[in-house]
């Protein structure tokens, strides 16, 4: 109906402009805030969000008062809300739209057939078309679905309408994803009274993270990828997400992490609840551990806890090693890794006559303009980054040709450079290297790959 | 005289102590070249301090030789190969093989490519007080009085040694930034020197061309330009071999060093 005519029914109507993204961002929001009742929350649709409950309902006191808590806390964020707890994804969901006149609905265990028989067809998640289908046939009840043969609405209807209702009644199992990724670990922390002053805030990371790390110490395993999520009162989640150079499960370290970050948190008006998820584990054998107030001994344990600080702030992918490789173009033969993976301690053989290599390597190599006299010659003037050098001395060529067994190195436009050191008058030597030849396609070019000290 | 000489740095250290009662020595690193050593007081460069290093000309904006100076220092640093080093750098253009020629093995070290200043100057400063590291370097063009003090008093208290390579923009930066008073122990300028040519020119030099020989050995000059507690001074040395030492120039080494006057050096900038 158009508004016009509804507005000409109902001329004190209310009306509001519909914003599906800000819906979207808002049911989004409200899947976060209910990671408080379980790691595993996602949006359901446009009107729903989806709670996987089973294994957290006992730390609320079961299901009943989970639920009563859920309903009380929305209730007081004027949000109105018909909750339903069923066995399966497809139960839950009709029974919160179509159980009649209840807006809290909890099905015991094995009860789905039953409970789902006298509920209109639409109950079964399917589309209107479909719906409007079955019931042109006098298909109106669940129930009226479960006494049909399989074959016959199959043919019919497709597929979908026996599969949603084998899912809704348990028969077919229902593969969900989670809003971002599940934890493998997870505790957390409530409060009866919100906190937002940040020296609690910080006795709260302590907390938990002190909570967090016998868990880890007994399994033998570390911390990679942390998430800590502040939730505010207003419904509002705040989030500080970390990780480690290497795994971890010291809690001074951990909580120094956290720490460094705290001021990003914003806790409005009060915070309610604090859970610290860990997303990722590696194996950390015992040893690893420093007595606290004793130097540790192992060199790699020492610099771990600085790479993590570096890391939070400026990302892991900040922080590299150089590492050697058996190449001879030259900027295969140095490359940077980064300084969590493992160090490859293959020595690399290098040829004991090689020519000097340059203390700096541009990587690209920076054009210049060159002058040369013969076909062979080194430049004997070249401007690079505006400034002019003139060639005193000069050794080469070396010639490097690209690694033909490579796919990707092949036919390039550098696939033969003539490498030259060269000296200017001030003393600065540089390498300079031609690619192309005389007589080819295109002119040779020159370049400036790296400076000698 | 000449026992007044000698007490001098005995004095040095009683009036240090007074200053500053609390501070650990660190120790000094010798260059194991007698004319550099005779003018660093203690006799070498001193470890746990902040020792800045400059450049000259175009090699202003690229740090080449004051990267190869330093890496010939941080590898005789800590002897034995222990220990990690930390390099701050905006700009990731450190190549594995030029520095194993000067004495560091690249796998002692951890870069750590930050784009801005500031963040590099936190980065040294979080370096310099951690365990397990052997030396702090952070190339760095802006570096404010403050920041410098902060990082020399870090440095102090954690013993390990740190290098400020100053890498400027552009000129105009330079400009600006050069002559400027900071909290660094020493400052040292390494200029690149034309190298002397080989005695037998290398056949594949273009020597037909008559217009130069093949690249010698590269020189440098080292300039000392302020040093606490010594005097500056210049010398022309050839660069740092594969152990990291420096060796005087051939033609120099039977002259001494010529000290060279402080308002010299104070006016050249």
Redesign the interface.
């Known amino acids: 109906m158009p508004l016009a005519d509804a507005l000409s029914f109902h001329p004190a109507l209310a009306t509001a402009a519909a914003e599906p993204t800000e819906d979207a961002a808002a049911l989004r929001r409200l899947a976060e805030w209910c990671r408080r009742y379980s790691p595993w929350t996602a949006p359901d649709g446009t009107d729903g969000v989806r709670v996987e409950i089973t294994g957290s309902a006992h730390l609320w006191g079961g299901e009943t008062a989970l639920a009563a808590d859920l309903a009380a806390r929305l209730d007081r964020r004027h949000l109105a809300s018909r909750i339903a707890i069923a066995d399966t994804v497809g139960a839950a969901w009709a029974m919160a739209r179509f159980a009649e006149g209840k807006s809290l609905v909890i099905l015991p265990s094995g009860d789905c057939r039953a409970a789902l028989s006298p509920l209109p067809v639409e109950a079964l998640r399917l589309d209107p078309a479909t719906a409007q289908g079955l019931r042109r046939v006098g298909l109106k009840r669940v129930g009226d679905l479960a006494a049909m043969p399989r074959d016959a609405l199959t043919r019919r209807f497709g597929e979908m309408v026996a599969r949603r209702l084998d899912q809704a009644q348990g028969d077919l199992p229902e593969p969900l994803s989670p809003l971002g990724e599940a934890p493998t670990r997870r505790v957390r922390l409530s409060f009866a009274e919100p906190i937002a002053d940040p020296a609690d805030l910080m006795r709260a990371t302590e907390r938990l993270v002190e909570d967090l790390v016998p868990r880890l110490a007994r399994e033998g395993i570390g911390a990679r990828r942390l998430d800590l999520a502040f939730h505010r009162i207003d419904g509002r989640v705040e989030q500080i997400r970390l990780g480690t150079a290497r795994p971890s499960r010291d809690p001074r370290h951990l909580a120094a992490l956290f720490k460094e970050r705290l001021d990003t948190v914003d806790p409005g008006l009060g915070i309610e609840d604090v859970i610290l998820a860990v997303f990722a584990v590696e194996p950390l054998s015992a040893e690893q551990i420093g007595f606290p107030g004793h ?2 001994s192992c ?5 771990a ?3 993590d ?2 890391g939070n ?2 990302g892991l992918a ?7 490789r058996a190449s001879h173009i ?1 900027e295969r ?2 490359v ?1 890794v980064p ?1 969590g993976s493992a ?1 490859s301690r293959t020595p690399v053989a ?1 040829a004991p006559d ?1 020519p ?8 690209p190599q920076e054009a210049v303009e060159a002058f040369w ?2 076909p ?3 430049p ?1 003037r070249f401007t690079w ?1 505006r ?1 002019r050098h003139r ?7 070396e010639r490097i040709a690209d690694e033909w067994w490579r796919p990707e190195g092949c036919g390039t436009v550098d696939a033969i450079r003539d490498y030259y ?3 200017d ?5 540089f390498w300079l290297f031609r690619s192309g030849f005389h007589g080819g396609n295109q002119p040779p070019r020159w370049f400036v790959h ?4 | 005289m000449v026992e007044e000489r000698a007490c001098l740095p005995e004095l040095r250290e009683r009036i240090r102590r007074i200053e500053r009662p609390t501070l650990a020595v660190h120790g000094v690193l010798p260059f194991g070249v007698d004319e550099i050593d005779r003018v660093l007081p203690g006799g070498g460069l001193t470890q746990g301090a902040l020792h800045e290093i400059l450049g000259v ?3 202003e ?5 004051a ?3 330093a ?1 010939g220092i941080l590898g005789r640093l800590a002897g034995t190969g ?3 080093v ?1 390099w701050c750098l905006s700009r ?8 194993a ?2 004495g560091l093995d ?2 002692r ?6 784009p801005r200043d500031s ?1 590099i100057l ?2 040294m400063e ?2 310099l007080r ?4 052997a030396a702090v370097v952070g190339e760095v063009g802006a570096l404010t009085a403050v920041a410098s003090r902060r990082l020399q008093l870090a440095a102090e208290r954690s013993g390990i040694t740190a290098f400020l390579l100053r890498r400027w923009r552009d000129g105009g930066q330079a400009m600006r930034e050069r002559n400027l008073p900071n909290a660094a122990v020493t400052r040292w300028r390494i ?5 002397q ?1 080989p005695p037998i020119p ?1 056949p ?3 020597g037909g ?1 008559g ?6 050995r ?3 000059r080292v300039e000392l330009l302020r040093c606490r507690g010594g005097e500056p001074a210049c010398w022309e040395v050839e ?2 071999d594969a152990t990291g030492h420096v060796s005087l120039a051939a033609a120099l080494a039977d002259r001494p060093a010529a000290p060279v006057s402080a308002e010299g050096f104070r006016r050249a900038g």
Do not use: C, M
């Open positions: 130097p540790t060199e790699t344990s020492g610099i806890p600085l790479l600080r570096l702030r400026l900040a922080l590299s090693r150089l590492e050697p030259p033969a140095s940077l300084v160090h290098q090689k000097p290599r340059p203390i700096r390597l541009f990587e006299l013969l062979d010659d080194p004997f980054r400034r060639v005193t001395r000069a050794d080469g060529p050191r060269v000296e008058e001030e003393g600065r030597r790296g400076v000698f000290s | 000309g175009g090699d904006e690229d740090g080449a030789l990267a190869a100076f890496a222990e220990g990690t930390l990731p253009d450190l190549y594995g093989p030029g520095l020629a000067h690249p796998a070290l951890v870069l750590v490519r930050a963040e936190w980065a979080e370096g951690a365990t397990g590291i200029a690149a020197l034309p190298s040519p290398s594949a030099s273009g061309n217009w130069g020989t093949g690249v010698g590269p020189r440098w660069e740092a």
